[in-house]
Every structure is written in C-alpha cells, then in structure tokens.
C-alpha cells in the first residue's frame, strides 16, 4: 500500500496545525489570505510561525497558548505553517523585515507594522513559561 507524501504530511501535521487553531487562532493557508488580514488588520495582530520542530511543540505552541491566558491580548490571531503552506509564509514573512526566515517565530504587529519579534533562536533554549512571559510584556506594551 502506498500513501502519497502530501497525504501523509496532511496527517501528520494536522494535529501541529489544531494546537493552535482550537485556541482561536486564524490560520492563513494563501498569500492573499495574508495580504488581505493584515491589511485589514487594525489594532494588534499576533502571528505565529508553526512549525513541525520540536521547539515548536514544545515551547512555541505551549508559550503562545499560555500568553492568550493573560487578560490583555492582541485584536487579532493569525497563524501560517512553515514547509506546509510555504507561500503563504513567505509573504507573511515579508511583513517581518528586516528578520530573516525563521520557524518557528512569533509576530507582534501593530496596524500592520511589526513591534516585536521572537526568533528560533529565542525559543529553542527557553521553557514555554518563558516564553509566555515574553509575549505578556510585548501584549502589555503594545496592546493596551
């Protein structure tokens, strides 16, 4: 029996993709979904960066869902998947300049400008905890 690689990653990463959108976050699957939402976005906009990486689970994801505890949080909640919707992630990242590519990473961005970025880099090493507290003082600084 023979299952084709986009069947098999669609199973695969479908649970990666649900640890962020049964939390309320939109996922963006087009470039012109991400063009139009943040566009139109006024206010505050979180977006994250997904990934099928260990970080990604087991700090990224976890942080971000423990960050949207915090009683302030951002107008809007946007995710792409980094290697699965690979367009619609590079123009989301179009909007992070000057960062380079990174996944995963999260976004804060404020009608439509970017205020504050976490990298791979400031995710691999930190515990979700930490990273949670990161994004509540970015939220607490920007999305009052």
Do not use: W
Not at 53 to 74: E, F, K, M, S, Y
Not at 82 to 88: C, I, L, M, P
Not at 94 to 105: L, N, T
């Amino acid at each position: 029996m023979s299952m084709s690689f986009e069947a098999y990653m669609k199973d695969v990463v479908q649970p990666m993709r649900e640890d962020l959108t049964r939390i309320g976050i939109q996922e963006l699957r087009t470039p012109d979904e991400v063009a139009q939402q943040f566009e139109s976005a006024k206010g505050t906009s979180l977006v994250v960066v997904n990934s099928v990486c260990g970080c990604a689970a087991g700090q990224c994801r976890p942080g971000v869902a423990q960050a949207l505890q915090h009683d302030i949080t951002p107008d809007h909640l946007f995710t792409v998947f980094a290697g699965q919707d690979k367009e619609a992630t590079a123009k989301a990242r179009e909007y992070f300049a000057p960062y380079p590519p990174s996944s995963p990473s999260i976004a804060l961005m404020k009608d439509g400008e970017l205020v504050h970025m976490i990298e791979r880099h400031q995710i691999e090493n930190r515990s979700a905890s930490e990273i949670a507290a990161d994004l509540t003082q970015a939220f607490e600084r920007f999305c009052r």
